[in-house]
C-alpha cells in the first residue's frame, strides 16, 4: 500500500495518485463494455490489425491534372506529326485548326462518356505560367531591324487601332443590346466596353506562317507581327481597366482621365522594367565565362522575373517581357556560345508551343462539354461589327500614316492587314477567364468561341488563295548577303549625314545617335569582349554558320533528294568578295585573286570549304 503525507493533501491529491484512480477507471469501464456486449458484436477497443503491404495499388486523383494535361500534349504532339506528314495539308490548312479540330474531337468523346474536362484554365494559370512563354516566343524571335525601322506604324496599329475596335465595337453592341428581340437588355455599356476590348486581340499564327510561305513583303510582314503583340498588351491593360469600371454602378468624368493616365502608365512602366532586366541580364551575362551551361537559365529566369515584377505592381507584363527579350537578345547572344544561343531559341519555341496547344486544345474541349447559351442575334452582330470596325479602322489609319512612310500601303496591303485579324488564344483565354460579377459570362464565351472558330477556319484556310489571287507585293528573303549589307550600311550612314545637314530628326538620325551611344557606353558594360563587331563581319558569322547547318543536315538527311555541292553555292546567299575594280577579297580564304567569271568564285568557295 502507498503511504501519503496528511499534510500535503491540502494540496490535491499527488500526480501518481490521479494516474493510478485515472488507469483503474479505464480498466473498469473496459471490463464492463466487454461483459455486457455481445459476443458477435465489435469490441470498442479491439486489438490492432496491420495491414499487409501492398503489391500494387493506384491513387489517380492525386496525379490527375497533370496526368490529363500531359497525354493532351502527347496526343496533339502525335497528330502534328501526322499533320505534317503529308505536305500538302499544312499547306492549305492552318496548325491552329488542327489542334482545335483535335480538341473537338476529345470534346465529344468526353461529352458520350459524361466525362467533365478538368478545370485547369484559371486567371492566374494562364496570366503566369500559359502566356509568359508566348510572349517570349513572338518578343524574341522578332526580326529586330524592321521592327525598328516599322516602329512608329507597328504601334500606330497596336494602340490606336485596338482602341478603336474597342470603343466601336462596344459602343455598337450597346446599341443592339437596346434592341428587345435579341434578350439582351441587362448587358450595359462597361460590361459591352469590356468584351469588345477583348476580342480585339488579334493572333494572327496561321497568317503569319502563310506569309513567311509566300514571302511577303518586309513591311506588311512587321507589321502584322507587330500589332499582334503589342495588341496583346494593350488588350490586357484594357480587360483591367474595363474589368474594375464593369463593378461601378456610374462611371464619373474624373475616372476616364484616370483611365487615360493609367493607361500610359502602365505601358510605359512596362518598358521601363523590361530595359532594366534586359541590362541585368546581359551584365550577368559577362561572367558565365566559366559556366556555360546555366546561360541558358538567365536568359529565362530574368525574362520571366521582369514579368512577374510587372505583374506585382500592376504594370503591363506583357511590355515587360517583350522589351526583356529584345533588349537581351540584341546583347546576351553576344556574350554566350553559339550553343546556348542554339539551346535557348528551341526551349522558347518548345514551351511556347506547349501553351499554344494547350489553349486550341482546350478551346475545343470546352466548345463540347461547356454549357453554352448561343445567342444567335448577338452573336451575328458581333461578327458584323467586329469585322467592319477592322476594316474601317485600317482604311482611316493607313491613310493618317501613309504620307509619314517611305513605302506607302497600297489597297492590297490594306486589304491584308484588315484581312489578318484572325482571333485565338489570348482572347479565348481572357474570356474564359472572366471575373464571376459579370453577370452575363455565358454569352460571352460562346460568342468569342464562335468568333474565333470563323476567323481561323475561314480566314485562315482562304487567306492563302487570296493572296495569290490579289497578288500581294512580294519581297526576295534571300537578300543576306555582304554586298547588301555594305550597301545598306552606306546608304544608312548617308541618310543619317543628310538629316543631320538639314536639320530633320528622322529615323536614320535617331539610330546612328544610338549606335554612337551603344559603341561608347552600354556595350563597354554589358558586353565582356566590348570591341564594336563589324555588321558586315556579324553577318559573315551568321551565313557562315547557316551553311554549315545547311551542310550537316545534307550529311545527317536523305543525300539523294540533296543538291549538290555546286549547286548549293551556285545558290548560296554570301558572295564571299569584296569588289575593289577587277580585283577581289575573298573572306572565305583570304587572298586577293583576279576575278573574271562566277565560276572562279565558285571554284574559290568550294576549293577553300574542301581545304578548310
Known amino acids: 500500500m502507498t503511504h501519503y503525507d496528511v499534510r500535503n493533501l491540502s494540496r490535491g491529491p ?31 477497443f479491439p486489438d490492432a490489425v496491420k495491414p499487409d503491404l501492398p503489391v500494387f495499388a493506384m491513387n489517380y486523383p492525386r496525379i490527375q491534372v497533370p496526368f490529363e494535361i500531359t497525354l493532351w500534349v502527347l496526343l496533339a504532339s502525335f497528330a502534328r506529326i501526322g499533320f505534317h506528314i503529308y505536305h500538302k495539308v499544312p499547306f492549305w490548312v492552318p496548325e491552329p485548326c488542327l489542334l482545335i ?11 458520350a462518356v459524361h466525362e467533365e474536362p478538368p478545370a485547369m ?16 516566343d513572338s518578343g524574341y524571335f ?75 513583303n518586309e513591311q506588311l510582314y512587321i507589321v502584322v507581327f507587330g500589332e499582334s503583340l503589342f495588341s496583346d498588351a494593350v488588350t490586357v491593360v484594357l480587360y483591367n481597366m474595363f474589368t474594375f469600371v464593369a463593378e461601378m454602378p456610374e462611371v464619373e ?68 517581357i517583350v522589351t526583356c527579350a529584345l533588349t537581351m537578345k540584341y546583347y546576351v547572344e553576344e556574350n554566350v556560345t553559339q550553343r546556348s544561343c542554339t539551346t535557348i531559341r528551341h526551349v522558347v519555341k518548345m514551351l511556347s508551343s506547349i501553351s499554344e496547344t494547350l489553349i486550341f486544345f482546350f478551346l475545343g474541349v470546352v466548345t463540347i462539354t461547356t454549357e453554352h447559351e448561343w445567342n444567335w442575334g448577338y452573336i451575328l452582330f458581333t461578327l458584323l461589327f467586329a469585322f467592319l470596325w477592322r476594316g474601317l479602322g ?28 484572325l482571333r485565338g488564344a489570348v482572347a479565348f483565354a481572357l474570356v474564359f477567364t472572366l471575373p464571376d460579377h459579370i453577370g452575363r459570362n455565358k454569352p460571352f464565351v460562346s460568342t468569342t468561341i464562335c468568333l474565333i472558330l470563323f476567323t481561323v477556319f475561314i480566314q485562315g484556310i482562304s487567306i492563302r488563295p487570296l493572296m495569290e489571287f490579289i497578288n500581294v507585293r512580294r519581297t526576295n528573303r534571300n537578300l543576306d548577303t555582304i554586298n547588301v549589307e555594305v550597301h545598306s550600311r552606306l546608304m544608312e550612314h548617308a541618310i543619317a549625314g543628310i538629316e543631320d545637314i538639314c536639320g530633320q530628326w528622322g529615323h536614320y538620325y535617331w539610330k546612328d545617335k544610338f549606335m554612337k551611344f551603344d559603341n561608347q557606353f552600354l556595350r563597354h558594360i554589358l558586353i565582356k569582349d566590348n570591341r564594336a563587331e563589324s555588321s558586315i563581319v556579324a ?73 578548310h
Open 14 to 44: 499527488p500526480l501518481s495518485f490521479k494516474r493510478t484512480v485515472a488507469r483503474s477507471g479505464a480498466l473498469r469501464l473496459k471490463h464492463s463494455s466487454l461483459k455486457n456486449s455481445a459476443p458477435g458484436d465489435h469490441q470498442i
Open 101 to 111: 479540330s483535335i480538341g473537338l474531337m476529345l470534346g465529344a468523346i468526353m461529352h
Open 121 to 136: 484554365l484559371s486567371y492566374d494559370l494562364f496570366f503566369l505560367y500559359i502566356l509568359p512563354p508566348m510572349v517570349l
Open 142 to 216: 522578332m526580326p529586330t531591324r524592321p521592327f525598328f525601322e516599322n516602329i512608329g506604324t507597328v504601334l500606330w496599329f497596336a494602340v490606336v487601332g485596338t482602341l478603336w475596335n474597342s470603343i466601336g465595337v462596344g459602343m455598337s453592341l450597346y446599341g443592339v443590346c437596346q434592341i428587345g428581340a435579341l434578350e439582351v437588355q441587362d448587358i450595359n455599356l462597361q460590361e459591352n466596353l469590356l468584351f469588345a476590348s477583348i476580342i480585339s486581340a488579334v493572333d494572327p499564327v496561321a497568317v503569319l506562317s502563310v506569309f513567311e510561305d509566300v514571302s511577303v
Open 253 to 320: 468624368p474624373v475616372n476616364l482621365f484616370l483611365g487615360v493616365a493609367k493607361f500610359f502608365v502602365v505601358d510605359l512602366g512596362g518598358l521601363a522594367f523590361g530595359l532594366v532586366f534586359g541590362f541585368v541580364a546581359s551584365f550577368t551575362t559577362r561572367f558565365t565565362s566559366k559556366v556555360r551551361e546555366i546561360e541558358p537559365l538567365f536568359i529565362f529566369m530574368y525574362s520571366y522575373l521582369a514579368y512577374l515584377v510587372a505583374e506585382l505592381f500592376n504594370i503591363s507584363s506583357i511590355m515587360a
Open 394 to 421: 485600317i482604311l482611316v489609319l493607313t491613310q493618317i500614316i501613309n504620307p509619314f512612310r517611305t513605302i506607302p500601303f497600297n489597297f492590297k496591303d490594306q486589304f491584308m492587314l484588315g484581312y489578318s485579324g
Open 539 to 611: 553577318l559573315y558569322k551568321k551565313l557562315e554558320l547557316q551553311s554549315a547547318m545547311e551542310i550537316l543536315d545534307i550529311v545527317s538527311g536523305d543525300t539523294s533528294t540533296a543538291p549538290s555541292l555546286c549547286e548549293r553555292y551556285d545558290k548560296r546567299k554570301l558572295v564571299d568578295y569584296y569588289w575593289l575594280g577587277s580585283q577581289g577579297l575573298c573572306l572565305t580564304c583570304g587572298h586577293f585573286q583576279w576575278i573574271t567569271n562566277l565560276n572562279a568564285v565558285l571554284h574559290c568557295s568550294i576549293s577553300s570549304n574542301r581545304h
